[in-house]
């Protein structure tokens, strides 16, 4: 049996390689993890339809306002909000190739989605979509980590 012969060179050359590798694969699935999440927690805001409230809509209530003031963000919470309507999805983009390694935020800054993840909007979204969908990506989560290694 012949053995491929190393010099200390190519075999730190290897190495590198396999590390710089491993590493796009975790930035990778960082990257679509958080996007995942952040999506479906965007895409599940309640919107409109107050007359299917359990409660009168609450103060400051716009139709389309709570799913458009989603703000995905890294190191730092964004505090700003918006007057717009447009699901906030693309904003996540902002946020790509920056999320490994890195604390990341999802915020939300109008004066009801408190109300709103309470289930004030309960025939939409029952009480607790955000903790819900948190919760669930534990599992997706782990599933991911376990494919990097293949």
């Not at 049996?1 to 491993?22: C, D, L, P």
């Not at 007359?51 to 890294?74: D, F, I, L, M, Q």
Request: avoid cysteine; charged fraction near 30%; hydrophobic fraction near 30%.
């Amino acid at each position: 049996m012949a053995f491929k012969k190393y010099s200390s060179e190519s075999f730190g050359k290897r190495v590198k390689e396999i590390a710089e590798r491993t590493g796009q694969k975790v930035e990778g699935a960082a990257d679509q993890s958080v996007r995942d999440l952040f999506t479906e927690i965007i895409e599940e805001t309640p919107v409109g339809r107050p007359e299917t409230w359990k409660y009168p809509p609450p103060r400051g209530y716009e139709p389309g306002n709570a799913r458009a003031n989603w703000n995905p963000s890294v190191n730092a919470p964004d505090t700003s909000v918006t007057d717009s309507k447009e699901s906030a999805t693309y904003k996540i983009k902002n946020i790509e190739g920056r999320v490994a390694g890195n604390v990341v935020y999802l915020t939300n800054n109008v004066p009801y989605i408190y109300e709103l993840e309470k289930g004030w909007s309960y025939l939409q979204q029952p009480n607790g979509w955000v903790e819900r969908t948190i919760r669930s990506f534990d599992a997706k989560l782990t599933k991911t980590v376990r494919n990097l290694r293949k």
